[in-house]
């Protein structure tokens, strides 16, 4: 299956502070990626789809303010959360499509980053 | 509102045993219907994606599909402790690209 990346794979910074995290398509190109955020022993939330060249659609409830997206290329979407607090301390997950493989809309997700804010 | 049910179980089976996970949606017009899996701490991984009405075998994983009843299902035979993971169930509907997750069943293999 297609590989997708993600850096860093865990940050701890304070409470006030950004974090940028990367997503990456490795073998592939990927028009459309999408964040995910689970909470301990909960199950996966979209946040967003992150769309290559023009703005991210935000889920409901998710502060597109506060969860930063930018696809800038076909292999790189990042997220960006802005003033962090205790309460975003989460995995936060990326996924992407191959459109070259047989299954064109399965989702292959990156290794995820976990956040933790004091 | 689309919506994919799993029991969250857990469900226990001996190893060697074959595990039974069953997910059911809402949307009659679901085209797309995937399996993941998830060990405590990572990311899902992609088991099998199936699209028609019928059996879908991979070694020791089917994915069972009845649009009908609206369900799949995915049996894993000779089920190993490394089996033992959160079983995702992924359905996109026709007309969007955006899977909508079930909360996942708990399988735990017993030695």
């Known amino acids: 299956g297609a590989v997708v990346s993600q850096h860093p794979s865990w940050v701890i910074c304070k409470s006030g502070t950004s974090v940028k995290i990367e997503c990456r398509s490795l073998?592939?190109?990927?028009?459309?990626m999408f964040w995910y955020r689970q909470f301990p022993k909960k199950s996966l939330m979209l946040m967003a789809t992150s769309n290559e060249g023009s703005k991210a659609t935000y889920e409901q409830g998710v502060e597109k303010d506060k969860f930063l997206i930018n696809h800038a290329s076909l292999t790189l979407s990042t997220l960006t959360v802005t003033s962090a607090h205790p309460e975003d301390s989460s995995f936060y997950i990326c996924?992407?499509?191959?459109?070259?493989?047989?299954?064109?809309?399965?989702?292959?997700f990156g290794p995820g980053t976990r956040l933790t804010v004091l | 509102q689309k919506e994919v049910e799993q029991n969250s179980g857990p469900l226990s089976v001996p190893e060697g045993a074959i595990a039974s996970l069953n997910c059911t949606y809402s949307?009659?017009?679901?085209?797309?219907f995937f399996w993941y899996r998830q060990y405590s701490g990572k990311s899902p991984e992609l088991i099998m994606s199936i699209y028609s009405n019928g059996d879908k075998e991979d070694g020791r994983f089917t994915a069972q599909l009845n649009k009908a009843s609206q369900y799949v299902s995915l049996l894993i035979r000779d089920s190993q402790p490394s089996d033992s993971a959160t079983y995702l169930c992924?359905?996109?509907?026709?007309?969007?690209?955006?899977?909508?997750f079930g909360r996942g069943t708990s399988l735990i293999v017993h030695p």
């Open positions: 992924a359905v996109i509907s026709g007309g969007s690209y955006i899977p909508t």
């Open positions: 996924s992407a499509e191959d459109p070259g493989t047989s299954g064109s809309d399965e989702q292959f």
């Open positions: 073998d592939f190109q990927a028009t459309t």
């Open positions: 949307d009659r017009g679901s085209q797309s």
